[in-house]
């Protein structure tokens, strides 16, 4: 007797508490439209919110892309992040600082934004195997969605400005203390969402 090993697709979150089972697939694509705007519409506005903190001020535009990720899943995520990334290429003023157009492309946040797609993608793929239940487990996806943001950040940061400057200091240590404290929130609210919503569903 075989045993095949099987890898269980857990519905997003969004999946769970907007569509429903008898929905059309017109009407799945409409509401995923939405999604999608709604989603691209949240990143832009977190982008232009920075709440004061040690050492730089903690801005909540990687939240929002996380949250993305981890409540609409990996290929809806990115979608997503990919419509956001194409209205700021567009010229729309949805980046930090109400910035647009395909300068900020060529600027040292390019590689950041690169990161945003992969970053979703990530969290939205770990969320589908349900880690976004599990306290361990989701900071555990984070920490690897923070690597997959960071690390292209870091690689054209330093092609752009050199490696010999300081681009650690620069790109990424004075973001850490932030970033463990929107680790830590999303760990918080992620899986308490899903035991509120579960109980629902009894």
């Known amino acids: 007797m075989k045993m095949q090993s099987q890898v269980l697709n857990y519905p997003s979150l969004f999946e769970t508490l907007v569509l429903g089972k008898s929905d059309s697939n017109t009407q799945r694509t409409i509401r995923y439209g939405i999604l999608a705007l709604a989603g691209s519409t949240l990143i832009a506005l977190c982008a232009q919110i920075a709440v004061p903190f040690f050492p730089v ?39 930090s600082g109400g910035k647009g157009g395909m300068i900020v492309f060529m600027g040292p946040t390019a590689g950041y934004l690169a990161g945003f797609l992969f ?21 555990a996806a984070l920490l690897v969605g923070n690597i997959l943001l960071y690390a292209p950040g870091l690689l054209w940061l330093g092609n752009l400005i050199g490696w010999d400057k300081p681009v650690l200091e620069l790109g990424l240590y004075p973001f850490i203390l932030g970033d463990l404290l929107k680790i830590a929130l999303a760990v918080l609210l992620l899986p308490t969402t899903w035991k509120y919503v ?3 569903k009894q």
């Open 119 to 139: 970053a979703a993608t990530a969290c939205g793929w770990f969320a589908e195997r349900g880690f976004d239940r599990s306290y361990s487990k989701l900071f």
């Open 198 to 200: 579960n109980r629902l």
């Open 57 to 95: 001020p903690i801005t909540l535009q990687t939240f929002a892309v996380f949250l993305i990720g981890l409540t609409y899943g990996w290929r809806l995520g990115g979608i997503t992040v990919a419509l956001y990334l194409l209205e700021g290429a567009l010229g729309l003023p949805v980046f």
